[in-house]
């Protein structure tokens, strides 16, 4: 048995220790003396515990506690230790220490202690909690963290970062949980197939995605997936989530700094280029950035540089200069796609880009650059040659040296070789005796006040000379504050002072002559000093001096208006102004009348000298013509009178009109054959009747000046194509054709009077059909000019009719004048209708043409110039009314607001027949509230009614608060056919106008023209 124990003692790996309590001494196996390393060779003594040097002071003292209590406890005791200790080579080894008291029958017979090496598993441990240490740190670093995915669970589960990066309470999600981090469904589907997905051929995915604005706005996440084992059966899915919001805004910013940069960034590699940005696409002329990739650089490079040499071989000495110095920046020639130039400033920058050399390139357009530096010198050069032409030059005066540098151009004016020639020596040597004080005092007080100063001085020159300059100066000042320099200008006015003393001695022999003019004359100086005057100047403005020569205009007259001061002003600019009546007051008070005229007067070189004043008293004349504009008022108002009455008398004439013509077109819709014939004459002498008013009314106009044109945006194919329609009944009746051409390019939107155009050529073309009883008549529209602001159209009207003789060409545009009175047997009209047409185009600046002869037709044309117009019209199609019945209008309601029974009763008979159901009001006030309880789809309203016009009743309907009375559309009925007129209904909101008497097919294309525009806006 003792050499079981011994063999275990001895043999085993577990280091044992024993104390002995009867003889104080300790012992220990050979295990635990290889354990600590202890010297083979040492002595070991007994009585002392060796390996206390080993441990550390908090393990030695916790031992030598746990060995007191060991070694006096009269009861078993275990206690164990986990040491780390170092060994006398230095080593550190880890252990598991344990030890119990041996007991006999009352005392403590020994301690026994066991030593375990547990270095190796303490060091894997160790490593791994230092591996878990870095990867907790890596995690915050990176913003990453870890998690993995049961298949068989269906359970994700995350580590403490990834949970610190979701803001997560729960380390287990399952997928609905694992949703509430994605802001975008389609990303959680699509990781929710990635994974699901996995297998051995696709064993990873990695996809980025939006987070939900619950975990903070505007983050982002990158999740990269792994499938670690080899059966679906066990399988688990191993993965990383990465917060890549920081690199997001990264590349956002790096994206607007590249893609939003006004200058080119391109990136070139061996191959050519092969990224680029907006700017460099645009710069190149290229349609699209992969147009550009397609070239190579040495495409957007001319042949040859300005220097001379080739783009090729300049390009490789760049690009060695970039790679040798690590930038380069340098001007170079480029070319766009179209193959226009131009110049940039070219920054190279070599990198590497997917283990590649490249070269980031950046070109700075500097076209506008080099041109404002060509044009600064040309500046400068134009002002050193305006100085030499000018006999000026600019100078410094350096205070702190007190010594003058002048400009080249003052070569000239002191009469020296080169600037550098110019001795810089004090100011004052070169300038007379009889200036210097001043000039001294005048420096001095520019210095002090800090002014600019002017001054005209006599210098003395190097040759003996003697000159006279202007010198302008102004005080610069430096930044401590003080005034440092003094910069300006000399002009050499030699010359000038020359041709003064000349002038004066002219002056004096022509203030002889003036004085003796028997008109009211006089010449003053650029000053309105006067030179010279007139004894006649001074017996009409009853001035008491005799001699004005020097004395200032003002103050001899100091009652002069301010108005004739500033025309003053203007002359001595070189402006000339008259005046054929102005007033003032002399100064025994009475008002006179002066026909004036002020103009500048020149010197030899062109300068002006000062202005003429010339007066003429007419007095007499004035109130001779106030006399006569009397008279002229008085035809005024009688012209007024005559024009109200014509207004009044077109409407009271044209309202039974409109009775007789609109139950005419009723009758011969179910007339007898033989009443039909009767009511086609009625019906054709009515019709003539109205436009005899018409013509009359509209000459009568033109013949009083009170034709105005309006300028406002029309379309000029839906004027043509409305004349057309209107005439084309006639020319069917008569069995012609009436065809219409138009170019292609003709503008659809100009600017003018299409009131007047068409009034033009409706009366060309009804003549047309009129004197056509065989073939067509053409109506033709083409552009002769057009240019930026304006486009000039050539219309023509063309016809097969019976010709007019060339000796009658002139006459027919006469008054009242026809080309023979059987034509007016014949057809009948008042002569008027080209006369009106010949005064309308000449107010507009143009005239109209004629190319005619008898039997063969005749071709009426003229140019108009018309501004452009960007308005985009609606697509207005209108109903054809001819050849067919009126198709029905049922559904339709209409408010006739009107006072004349005659009228409503014809209106209403056709509404009949159109299925249209109508209400009237017969007045203002009725027509307002009536529209407020109905909804009526539109409202024919007269002009001119009792209680409430037909102006106030539409602007009270469009002040209503609802947006449907504000849309209803409002046609105006006026038996007048003054233009003033219309133009007022459009100014209180009507949309349209209908004249009385009315033509039945008008009136059905007007209600179904915007019957047709009100359904389709609803």
Same mark, same amino acid.
């Given at each position: 048995?003792?050499?079981?124990?011994?063999?275990?003692?001895?043999?085993?790996?577990? $280091?044992? /220790?024993?104390? *002995?309590? +009867?003889? &104080?001494?300790?012992?220990? @196996?050979?295990?635990? !003396?290889?354990? %600590?390393?202890?010297?083979?060779?040492?002595?070991?003594?007994?009585?002392?515990?060796?390996?206390?040097?080993?441990?550390?002071?908090?393990?030695?003292?916790?031992?030598?506690?746990?060995?007191?209590?060991?070694?006096?406890?009269?009861?078993?005791?275990?206690?164990?230790?986990?040491?780390?200790?170092?060994?006398?080579?230095?080593?550190?080894?880890?252990?598991?220490?344990?030890?119990?008291?041996?007991?006999?029958?009352?005392?403590?017979?020994?301690?026994?202690?066991?030593?375990?090496?547990?270095?190796?598993?303490?060091?894997?441990?160790?490593?791994?909690?230092?591996?878990?240490?870095?990867?907790?740190?890596?995690?915050?670093?990176?913003?990453? $963290?870890? /998690?993995?995915? *049961?298949? +068989?669970? &269906?359970?994700?589960?995350? @580590?403490?970062?990834? !949970?610190?990066? %979701?803001?997560?309470?729960?380390?287990?999600?399952?997928?609905?949980?694992?949703?509430?981090?994605?802001?975008?469904?389609?990303?959680?589907?699509?990781?929710?197939?990635?994974?699901?997905?996995?297998?051995?051929?696709?064993?990873?995915?990695?996809?980025?995605?939006?987070?939900?604005?619950?975990?903070?706005?505007?983050?982002?996440?990158?999740?990269?997936?792994?499938?670690?084992?080899?059966?679906?059966?066990?399988?688990?899915?191993?993965?990383?989530?990465?917060?890549?919001?920081?690199?997001?805004?990264?590349?956002?910013?790096?994206?607007?700094?590249?893609?939003?940069?006004?200058?080119?960034?391109?990136?070139?590699?061996?191959?050519?280029?092969?990224?680029?940005?907006?700017?460099?696409?645009?710069?190149?002329?290229?349609?699209?950035?992969?147009?550009? !990739?397609?070239?190579?650089?040495?495409?957007?490079?001319?042949?040859?540089?300005?220097?001379?040499?080739?783009?090729?071989?300049?390009?490789?000495?760049?690009?060695?200069?970039?790679?040798?110095?690590?930038?380069?920046?340098?001007?170079?020639?480029?070319?766009?796609?179209?193959?226009?130039?131009?110049?940039?400033?070219?920054?190279?920058?070599?990198?590497?880009?997917?283990?590649?050399?490249?070269?980031?390139?950046?070109?700075?357009?500097?076209?506008?650059?080099?041109?404002?530096?060509?044009?600064?010198?040309?500046?400068?050069?134009?002002?050193?040659?305006?100085?030499?032409?000018?006999?000026?030059?600019?100078?410094?005066?350096?205070?702190?040296?007190?010594?003058?540098?002048?400009?080249?151009?003052?070569?000239?004016?002191?009469?020296?070789?080169?600037?550098?020639?110019?001795?810089?020596?004090?100011?004052?040597?070169?300038?007379?005796?009889?200036?210097?004080?001043?000039?001294?005092?005048?420096?001095?007080?520019?210095?002090?006040?800090?002014?600019?100063?002017?001054?005209?001085?006599?210098?003395?020159?190097?040759?003996?000379?003697?000159?006279?300059?202007?010198?302008?100066?102004?005080?610069?000042?430096?930044?401590?504050?003080?005034?440092?320099?003094?910069?300006?200008?000399?002009?050499?006015?030699?010359?000038?002072?020359?041709?003064?003393?000349?002038?004066?001695?002219?002056?004096?022999?022509?203030?002889?002559?003036?004085?003796?003019?028997?008109?009211?004359?006089?010449?003053?100086?650029?000053?309105?000093?006067?030179?010279?005057?007139?004894?006649?100047?001074?017996?009409?403005?009853?001035?008491?001096?005799?001699?004005?020569?020097?004395?200032?205009?003002?103050?001899?007259?100091?009652?002069?208006?301010?108005?004739?001061?500033?025309?003053?002003?203007?002359?001595?600019?070189?402006?000339?102004?008259?005046?054929?009546?102005?007033?003032?007051?002399?100064?025994?008070?009475?008002?006179?009348?002066?026909?004036?005229?002020?103009?500048?007067?020149?010197?030899?070189?062109?300068?002006?000298?000062?202005?003429?004043?010339?007066?003429?008293?007419?007095?007499?004349?004035?109130?001779?013509?106030?006399?006569?504009?009397?008279?002229?008022?008085?035809?005024?108002?009688?012209?007024?009178?005559?024009?109200?009455?014509?207004?009044?008398?077109?409407?009271?004439?044209?309202?039974?009109?409109?009775?007789?013509?609109?139950?005419?077109?009723?009758?011969?819709?179910?007339?007898?054959?033989?009443?039909?014939?009767?009511?086609?004459?009625?019906?054709?002498?009515?019709?003539?009747?109205?436009?005899?008013?018409?013509?009359?009314?509209?000459?009568?106009?033109?013949?009083?000046?009170?034709?105005?044109?309006?300028?406002?945006?029309?379309?000029?194919?839906?004027?043509?194509?409305?004349?057309?329609?209107?005439?084309?009944?006639?020319?069917?009746?008569?069995?012609?054709?009436?065809?219409?051409?138009?170019?292609?390019?003709?503008?659809?939107?100009?600017?003018?009077?299409?009131?007047?155009?068409?009034?033009?050529?409706?009366?060309?073309?009804?003549?047309?059909?009129?004197?056509?009883?065989?073939?067509?008549?053409?109506?033709?529209?083409?552009?002769?000019?057009?240019?930026?602001?304006?486009?000039?159209?050539?219309?023509?009207?063309?016809?097969?009719?019976?010709?007019?003789?060339?000796?009658?060409?002139?006459?027919?545009?006469?008054?009242?004048?026809?080309?023979?009175?059987?034509?007016?047997?014949?057809?009948?009209?008042?002569?008027?209708?080209?006369?009106?047409?010949?005064?309308?185009?000449?107010?507009?600046?143009?005239?109209?043409?004629?190319?005619?002869?008898?039997?063969?037709?005749?071709?009426?044309?003229?140019?108009?110039?018309?501004?452009?117009?960007?308005?985009?019209?609606?697509?207005?199609?209108?109903?054809?009314?001819?050849?067919?019945?009126?198709?029905?209008?049922?559904?339709?309601?209409?408010?006739?607001?009107?006072?004349?029974?005659?009228?409503?009763?014809?209106?209403?008979?056709?509404?009949?027949?159109?299925?249209?159901?109508?209400?009237?009001?017969?007045?203002?006030?009725?027509?307002?509230?009536?529209?407020?309880?109905?909804?009526?789809?539109?409202?024919?309203?007269?002009?001119?009614?009792?209680?409430?016009?037909?102006?106030?009743?539409?602007?009270?309907?469009?002040?209503?608060?609802?947006?449907?009375?504000?849309?209803?559309?409002?046609?105006?009925?006026?038996?007048?056919?003054?233009?003033?007129?219309?133009?007022?209904?459009?100014?209180?909101?009507?949309?349209?106008?209908?004249?009385?008497?009315?033509?039945?097919?008008?009136?059905?294309?007007?209600?179904?023209?915007?019957?047709?525009?009100?359904?389709?806006?609803?």
């Amino acid at each position: 048995m003792q050499n079981l124990v011994n063999h275990i003692f001895e043999d085993t790996f577990v $280091g044992y /220790w024993l104390w *002995d309590a +009867s003889s &104080n001494l300790n012992s220990c @196996n050979p295990t635990l !003396l290889n354990l %600590l390393a202890y010297p083979p060779e040492a002595t070991l003594n007994a009585s002392e515990v060796f390996w206390y040097d080993y441990l550390s002071a908090s393990d030695l003292f916790a031992f030598q506690n746990a060995f007191e209590e060991l070694s006096q406890t009269i009861e078993p005791r275990n206690i164990s230790f986990k040491w780390r200790l170092k060994l006398p080579n230095q080593e550190v080894r880890y252990v598991r220490a344990g030890f119990r008291n041996l007991l006999n029958d009352f005392s403590v017979e020994a301690v026994v202690g066991s030593f375990i090496d547990i270095t190796e598993e303490t060091l894997q441990l160790l490593g791994a909690q230092r591996e878990e240490k870095l990867y907790q740190h890596t995690s915050q670093l990176g913003k990453s $963290g870890a /998690w993995e995915f *049961d298949l +068989s669970k &269906n359970w994700f589960y995350f @580590n403490h970062p990834a !949970l610190k990066i %979701l803001h997560q309470p729960s380390a287990r999600v399952d997928w609905e949980g694992l949703k509430g981090i994605f802001a975008q469904t389609d990303d959680f589907l699509s990781f929710e197939r990635n994974v699901k997905a996995l297998s051995p051929s696709y064993s990873t995915f990695t996809l980025e995605f939006e987070a939900n604005k619950s975990l903070g706005t505007g983050r982002w996440f990158r999740i990269i997936a792994e499938l670690k084992s080899a059966t679906i059966s066990s399988t688990k899915v191993f993965g990383i989530i990465q917060d890549i919001t920081d690199f997001k805004l990264f590349d956002e910013r790096l994206n607007v700094i590249f893609e939003r940069s006004t200058d080119a960034h391109l990136v070139f590699d061996e191959n050519g280029i092969i990224d680029c940005n907006a700017a460099a696409v645009q710069m190149l002329g290229c349609d699209d950035k992969a147009t550009l !990739l397609r070239y190579h650089p040495a495409h957007f490079s001319p042949d040859f540089q300005p220097d001379g040499i080739t783009s090729f071989e300049k390009s490789k000495k760049m690009d060695a200069l970039a790679r040798q110095n690590g930038y380069h920046r340098f001007e170079w020639l480029h070319k766009r796609l179209d193959g226009t130039t131009f110049l940039a400033e070219v920054t190279l920058n070599p990198i590497r880009l997917n283990q590649k050399d490249a070269l980031l390139v950046v070109w700075h357009d500097i076209t506008e650059r080099k041109k404002a530096e060509a044009k600064l010198a040309n500046t400068q050069l134009l002002l050193a040659e305006t100085q030499v032409l000018t006999h000026s030059a600019s100078w410094v005066l350096d205070l702190s040296t007190y010594t003058n540098t002048y400009s080249s151009a003052a070569c000239e004016i002191f009469e020296i070789e080169n600037v550098s020639s110019f001795p810089k020596i004090n100011p004052l040597d070169w300038i007379d005796e009889s200036a210097k004080a001043h000039y001294q005092q005048v420096l001095e007080q520019a210095i002090q006040t800090e002014e600019e100063f002017e001054i005209e001085l006599l210098i003395n020159l190097q040759n003996g000379k003697k000159k006279v300059i202007r010198k302008i100066g102004k005080p610069t000042i430096s930044e401590s504050g003080k005034v440092d320099k003094i910069i300006g200008a000399i002009l050499d006015i030699t010359q000038e002072r020359k041709d003064q003393e000349a002038i004066l001695i002219k002056q004096e022999q022509f203030a002889s002559f003036i004085t003796n003019t028997p008109a009211a004359i006089a010449i003053f100086d650029t000053k309105l000093n006067y030179i010279a005057y007139s004894q006649h100047w001074i017996d009409s403005l009853l001035i008491k001096e005799q001699d004005l020569v020097g004395k200032n205009h003002y103050e001899v007259l100091p009652y002069i208006p301010q108005k004739w001061k500033e025309i003053n002003d203007l002359c001595l600019k070189g402006e000339i102004h008259h005046s054929e009546s102005d007033s003032f007051t002399r100064t025994d008070g009475k008002q006179e009348w002066i026909r004036w005229d002020v103009r500048p007067w020149y010197m030899d070189a062109g300068e002006i000298g000062g202005i003429i004043i010339c007066i003429d008293v007419i007095t007499d004349q004035i109130e001779a013509q106030n006399t006569l504009i009397l008279a002229k008022e008085e035809a005024e108002q009688a012209a007024v009178a005559k024009t109200q009455f014509l207004s009044t008398m077109s409407h009271e004439i044209r309202t039974p009109m409109n009775a007789v013509i609109g139950i005419t077109h009723l009758l011969m819709q179910n007339a007898r054959e033989d009443q039909a014939e009767y009511l086609k004459i009625l019906k054709f002498s009515a019709e003539n009747l109205l436009v005899l008013i018409n013509d009359i009314l509209d000459f009568n106009k033109i013949e009083a000046g009170k034709i105005t044109f309006e300028e406002v945006d029309f379309n000029l194919k839906d004027l043509l194509l409305n004349i057309r329609a209107a005439l084309l009944q006639k020319a069917i009746d008569k069995g012609i054709q009436l065809k219409l051409l138009m170019e292609d390019d003709l503008p659809e939107a100009v600017k003018g009077d299409s009131v007047r155009i068409g009034q033009i050529l409706t009366n060309l073309v009804s003549n047309a059909v009129k004197f056509t009883d065989y073939g067509r008549v053409t109506i033709s529209a083409s552009i002769l000019k057009k240019d930026a602001d304006s486009t000039t159209i050539t219309f023509e009207v063309k016809d097969t009719g019976i010709g007019i003789p060339q000796d009658k060409w002139d006459s027919i545009f006469d008054s009242f004048t026809q080309a023979s009175s059987e034509t007016t047997r014949k057809y009948g009209g008042t002569g008027l209708g080209l006369t009106i047409t010949k005064r309308l185009l000449e107010l507009q600046g143009s005239k109209i043409q004629l190319e005619s002869a008898p039997g063969e037709g005749s071709t009426f044309y003229f140019d108009l110039r018309l501004k452009n117009s960007s308005f985009q019209f609606k697509k207005r199609t209108e109903p054809d009314m001819t050849n067919q019945k009126h198709p029905s209008l049922k559904g339709l309601k209409l408010l006739i607001a009107d006072d004349n029974r005659i009228n409503i009763i014809v209106a209403q008979q056709f509404f009949k027949r159109w299925d249209i159901e109508s209400d009237v009001a017969e007045n203002g006030v009725l027509a307002v509230q009536m529209v407020q309880q109905s909804d009526y789809d539109m409202v024919l309203m007269d002009l001119q009614m009792p209680e409430m016009d037909g102006y106030e009743a539409t602007k009270s309907i469009r002040a209503l608060s609802n947006d449907r009375f504000a849309q209803i559309p409002i046609i105006a009925l006026t038996a007048s056919a003054m233009l003033d007129i219309k133009d007022k209904a459009f100014s209180v909101g009507m949309n349209d106008y209908i004249s009385k008497p009315f033509n039945p097919d008008d009136l059905y294309r007007k209600i179904a023209l915007y019957k047709k525009e009100n359904t389709q806006e609803v």
